[in-house]
């Protein structure tokens, strides 16, 4: 299991006044997103800095169906989380009018083995964006199977989301 946020700030030497900064990544389906909003709303009310990686296709299905806190558009977060939440969109390797529901096989190859090749270059971004911007932690959904190696490469520990 994964290292609960307040030790990633210990074992990343974050604590001393510097703000704790999680990475928030949901499966990539509505379901498994909202959970994971309101984590990151939670973490930001408790002094964390948070960005949240949601893919393209699925921004596109909240923002089309009037999700979002504050009618933002590209952000989500507009207007909640006090400015603590950056918004981050990364591909899921298939173009927005790829039909998933009807190529759900193929789908889930690419979120296994194409998504975390975006992930990845997203994250060695926000790990490596200066010191106020460095990832104290990784906070994954658990029906992911490659954030482990992803955090342990980058040196983040990371702690399993469980969304359902």
Not at 8 to 32: D, E, S, T
Not at 109 to 125: F, W, Y
Not at 145 to 157: E, H, I, M, S, Y
Request: aromatic share 8%.
């Amino acid at each position: 299991m994964g290292q609960q946020p307040q030790d990633a700030v210990a074992a990343n030497g974050n604590g001393g006044g510097k703000r704790p900064h999680a990475v928030v990544i949901p499966y990539p389906l509505q379901g498994h997103v909202i959970p994971a909003v309101h984590l990151a709303l939670r973490l930001a009310a408790r002094g964390f800095a948070v960005t949240f990686v949601n893919t393209e296709s699925v921004h596109r299905q909240i923002t089309s169906s009037g999700g979002g806190h504050g009618g933002g558009g590209d952000d989500i977060f507009a207007g909640a989380g006090g400015g603590a939440i950056r918004y981050e969109l990364v591909s899921d390797g298939f173009p927005l009018g790829f039909d998933r529901s009807l190529n759900h096989d193929q789908y889930m190859e690419g979120v296994l083995h194409v998504l975390p090749a975006h992930v990845d270059e997203l994250l060695r971004r926000v790990v490596g964006d200066g010191d106020d911007a460095a990832a104290t932690c990784l906070v994954a959904d658990t029906f992911f199977v490659w954030p482990a190696t992803l955090a342990r490469k980058l040196g983040v520990p990371w702690d399993p989301f469980p969304s359902a």
